[in-house]
């Protein structure tokens, strides 16, 4: 998942010629990995112990309306299992679609969603951004959830990129933010500090006040609430 480009974003000059840019085709070893991740993944969060923390009050009177769902590019690794396990049973949405990056570790995240039966659509602010917009504004008026990563794919880590303000404002969503806090994992050396849940661990999961942006919000209101989700979602984030 990853970060759309804001309405004032100009379409990348390389890819200005045809207007269109075409995602990466994940090739059959991606295929190979991604099954590989999926099993994993599925294998490990079985085997966790959950708490439900929810500060948003989004989930009161199930069941819960279509939501974006925002979570930090480091804690991918469970938020489908937090998806399908729990916040599905709690509302009646046609399913999920998530924002993944056209690049070609974006076409392996892709194939990991897929197997978790999520639609993937392929986008971010530097490539795809506008299509990728258009797109997702689809999957919501088909009654789906959307879930995006507001500081993916590049960062900087922990901060929102006004990608997500701009989908919440066309479709006219909540964002819903979300958060998790591992007792036992790994933390990776990358840009996001990426996290890798470890077998029997316990994941307490927390869920934010929703944001909302209207369809009217000037660039200031707009910068003012990218301003409150960040500070949202670093709050309920445990490092």
Not at 36 to 63: C, E, I, Q
Not at 158 to 180: F, R
């Amino acid at each position: 998942m990853t970060n759309p480009t804001s309405q004032a974003d100009a379409v990348p000059k390389k890819t200005a010629k045809s207007g269109v840019v075409i995602p990466h085709v994940p090739t059959w070893y991606q295929r190979l990995g991604a099954w590989l991740v999926w099993a994993s993944l599925k294998a490990v969060g079985a085997t966790m112990r959950y708490r439900w923390d929810d500060r948003s009050r989004h989930f009161d009177d199930p069941p819960a309306a279509q939501a974006i769902y925002c979570i930090w590019h480091n804690r991918l690794a469970l938020s489908m299992k937090i998806y399908f396990a729990h916040i599905r049973l709690r509302n009646r949405t046609a399913g999920l679609a998530a924002m993944v990056s056209a690049s070609k570790d974006g076409g392996f995240l892709a194939g990991i969603l897929e197997r978790f039966g999520v639609q993937p659509v392929r986008g971010s602010s530097s490539r795809r951004g506008r299509q990728a917009l258009l797109e997702l504004t689809s999957c919501a008026e088909r009654g789906y959830d959307l879930a995006i990563t507001p500081d993916g794919p590049r960062g900087p880590c922990y901060t929102v990129q006004d990608g997500v303000m701009s989908l919440a404002q066309v479709t006219g969503l909540p964002i819903v933010p979300v958060s998790y806090h591992l007792g036992w994992k790994i933390t990776l050396g990358s840009w996001d500090r990426f996290q890798i849940p470890l077998p029997f661990g316990r994941c307490d999961m927390i869920f934010g006040e929703p944001v909302r942006v209207p369809r009217d919000a000037t660039d200031e209101q707009r910068g003012e609430l990218r301003k409150q989700l960040e500070a949202t979602l670093r709050a309920i984030t445990r490092d």
